[in-house]
C-alpha cells in the first residue's frame, strides 16, 4: 500500500440496512452513492490531500456492498474507478448495468470469490449460489476492464475469513 494512502470504513447501523444501501434494487442504493461522491468525498478533500483522479479512488466490499462498488464505479465512472469485490451479490440488475455501460474499459478490479459459495443462506433466509451468479459477472467483465483479476478461493465459503487472507494481494494488485 502506498505510504500516503486513507482508508476509511463506512458502518452500516444494521444488516437490514445493507440490502438498502448496497443491492442492485436497493431502494436507497442511488442515495447511498451520491452519499460517497457528494458527501464523503468533499468531506475528506477538506481535511486532507486528495488526489484528484478517479483512477486514484479505490472502493472496496464484500458481498452486498463489492456489488455496490461495482455500480458506483459505473454510474459514476469521472469519480470512481478502481473496485475490489469479495463475493458480490449478482442479479439479472447488476448484469445488466455491466451491459449496458460504455465505461467498462476504465476501470480496475480485483473480484475474487470462495469456491464453497453455492449454497449459502443470505440474511433474508434464501439460499443463494454465489459461485454461479459470480462466474456470470466473470464472463460480463472478462476482457471489457482495463484491468482485471478475478480469482476463486479454494475451500473457501462466504465470509470474512475467507476473503481477508485476500486483501494484501487486492491492495498490491491495485497499488503496484
Given at each position: 500500500m502506498?505510504?500516503d494512502?486513507?482508508?476509511?470504513?463506512v458502518?452500516?447501523?444494521?444488516?437490514?440496512?445493507?440490502r438498502?444501501?448496497y443491492?442492485?434494487?436497493?431502494?436507497?442504493?442511488?442515495?447511498?452513492?451520491r452519499?460517497?461522491?457528494?458527501?464523503?468525498?468533499?468531506f475528506?478533500s477538506?481535511r486532507?490531500h486528495?488526489?484528484?483522479?478517479?483512477?486514484?479512488?479505490?472502493?472496496?466490499?464484500?458481498?452486498?456492498?463489492?456489488?455496490?462498488?461495482?455500480?458506483?464505479?459505473?454510474?459514476?465512472?469521472?469519480?470512481?474507478?478502481r473496485?475490489?469485490m469479495?463475493?458480490?451479490?449478482?442479479d439479472?440488475?447488476?448484469?445488466?448495468?455491466?451491459a449496458?455501460?460504455?465505461?467498462?474499459?476504465?476501470?480496475?478490479?480485483?473480484h475474487?470469490?470462495?469456491n464453497k459459495?453455492?449454497?449459502?443462506k443470505a440474511?433474508?433466509?434464501?439460499i443463494?449460489?454465489?459461485?454461479?451468479m459470480?462466474e456470470q459477472?466473470?464472463?460480463?467483465?472478462d476482457?471489457?476492464?482495463?484491468?482485471?483479476?478475478?480469482?476463486v478461493?479454494?475451500?473457501g465459503?462466504?465470509?470474512w475469513?475467507?476473503w481477508?487472507?485476500?486483501?494484501?494481494?487486492?491492495?498490491?494488485?491495485?497499488w503496484?
Amino acid at each position: 500500500m502506498c505510504p500516503d494512502t486513507i482508508v476509511v470504513g463506512v458502518p452500516y447501523p444494521r444488516v437490514s440496512t445493507r440490502r438498502l444501501w448496497y443491492a442492485p434494487l436497493g431502494e436507497q442504493k442511488d442515495d447511498y452513492i451520491r452519499f460517497l461522491k457528494d458527501e464523503l468525498l468533499p468531506f475528506l478533500s477538506e481535511r486532507y490531500h486528495l488526489l484528484g483522479s478517479a483512477e486514484a479512488r479505490l472502493l472496496l466490499g464484500d458481498s452486498l456492498s463489492a456489488s455496490l462498488t461495482l455500480m458506483a464505479c459505473i454510474q459514476e465512472p469521472d469519480t470512481f474507478q478502481r473496485a475490489v469485490m469479495f463475493s458480490p451479490y449478482v442479479d439479472d440488475t447488476l448484469l445488466s448495468l455491466v451491459a449496458n455501460s460504455d465505461d467498462l474499459h476504465r476501470f480496475t478490479v480485483y473480484h475474487t470469490l470462495g469456491n464453497k459459495e453455492d449454497d449459502v443462506k443470505a440474511t433474508d433466509g434464501r439460499i443463494l449460489d454465489f459461485v454461479t451468479m459470480n462466474e456470470q459477472l466473470h464472463a460480463a467483465l472478462d476482457g471489457t476492464l482495463k484491468h482485471y483479476q478475478y480469482k476463486v478461493i479454494e475451500a473457501g465459503n462466504h465470509t470474512w475469513f475467507t476473503w481477508a487472507p485476500e486483501l494484501p494481494h487486492a491492495l498490491e494488485y491495485h497499488w503496484s
